[in-house]
T-cell receptor, first 110, second 114 residues
Framework: QKEVEQNSGPLSVPEGAIASLNCTYS??????FFWYRQYSGKSPELIMF????GDKEDGRFTAQLNKASQYVSLLIRDSQPSDSATYLC??????????FGSGTRLQVQP | EAGVAQSPRYKIIEKRQSVAFWCNPI?????LYWYQQILGQGPKLLIQ????????DSQLPKDRFSAERLKGVDSTLKIQPAKLEDSAVYLC????????????FGPGTRLTVL
């Protein structure tokens, strides 16, 4: 079992719709969770982090964490073509190094 | 605030050659990471420094990879000799301190081994 699992996609949504990206992790001791966006040929860019169970909102983005289910998600409201990218879920596995999933490719259709 | 700097941005070498990458973290960031990202995968940690000491190098292929951060600021990652499977993007990231888990990435160095 991979430590951090994501569906590779592509996830295709129409412009203006809500995109839902999901991630599961195996280490129950994980304490912090991150979503990075990576455009093709570019380096990862931090979108959000979440530490506590529940929802955290920042603009069009909402991160959701359920530690009991070992599940993290990212919702993108009013999706725009510029949101088309690969979204990487990352988990702090101790010593504050991150373990990344393989990413979900999101395509927002105009 | 300047971001994480890396050079070169691109490098093409033949197998069995040597190569070195340089990283300058965000000013004041004590923790520095090197990640390897193979096409289609997420970044994988190679080594983590706290100031000039190694915190974690468990996933660094030590028979060919080496890294140093002599003065606790800049860092160099070296591969000697390179193999075809080392073709990847090498990402450097830094973190401010113990009060935050947030890492900021540099632009990366894309290595192609022929």
């Amino acid at each position: 079992q991979k430590e951090v699992e994501q569906n590779s996609g592509p996830l295709s949504v129409p412009e203006g719709a809500i995109a839902s990206l999901n991630c599961t992790y195996s280490d129950r001791g994980s304490q912090s969770f991150f979503w990075y966006r990576q455009y093709s040929g570019k380096s990862p860019e931090l979108i959000m982090f979440i530490y506590s169970n529940g929802d955290k909102e920042d603009g069009r983005f909402t991160a959701q964490l359920n530690k009991a289910s070992q599940y993290v998600s990212l919702l993108i409201r009013d999706s725009q073509p510029s949101d088309s990218a690969t979204y990487l879920c990352a988990v702090n596995t101790g010593r504050r190094a991150l373990t990344f999933g393989s990413g979900t490719r999101l395509q927002v259709q105009p | 605030e300047a971001g994480v700097a890396q050079s070169p941005r691109y490098k093409i070498i033949e197998k069995r050659q040597s190569v070195a990458f340089w990283c300058n973290p965000i000013s004041g960031h004590a923790t520095l990471y090197w990640y390897q990202q193979i096409l289609g995968q997420g970044p994988k940690l190679l080594i983590q420094f706290q100031n000039n000491g190694v915190v974690d190098d468990s996933q660094l292929p030590k028979d060919r990879f080496s890294a140093e951060r002599l003065k606790g600021v800049d860092s160099t990652l070296k591969i000697q000799p390179a193999k075809l499977e080392d073709s990847a993007v090498y990402l450097c990231a830094s973190r401010a301190g113990q009060s935050t888990d947030t890492q900021y990435f540099g632009p990366g160095t894309r290595l192609t081994v022929l």
